[in-house]
């Protein structure tokens, strides 16, 4: 059974910078496309990034196009998103996502999630 790990999430202030990493376990990690959705309160679970399995394509909702980075490293089975110039309107809990296969921008394709870790970014 796959498991999922999130870290790297915090208090940053705006303009500020996160890295948040996700670790997979129990099985191969290079059959899945991996993830990054993000979920604020009151409102939807929604795409941020996603990457393939053998580090692309890279596909970035417009809100993180140009102040965010989505890699992999195979060897590590971890998945990274490096998150700049952050804004207020980035805090959320993010959530790491494996796919079999090609990735997705809709939560319902994602067979796999971590238990999230929250991003505050205070103005």
């Known amino acids: 059974q796959v498991h999922l790990v999130e870290s790297g999430g915090g208090l940053v202030q705006a303009g500020g910078s996160l890295r948040l990493s996700c670790a997979l376990s129990g099985d191969t990690f290079s059959s899945y496309s991996m993830h990054w959705f993000r979920q604020a309160p009151g409102k939807k679970r929604e795409f941020v990034s996603a990457v393939g399995r053998d580090g692309i394509p890279t596909y970035y909702h417009d809100s993180v196009n140009g102040r965010a980075t989505i890699s992999r490293d195979n060897d590590k089975t971890a998945v990274y998103l490096q998150m700049n110039s952050l804004r207020p309107e980035d805090t959320a809990v993010y959530y790491c996502?494996?796919?079999?296969?090609?990735?997705?921008?809709?939560?319902?394709?994602?067979?796999?999630w971590g238990q999230g870790t929250q991003v505050t970014v205070s103005s």
């Open positions: 996502g494996a796919r079999l296969g090609v990735t997705s921008n809709i939560p319902r394709d994602i067979t796999s």
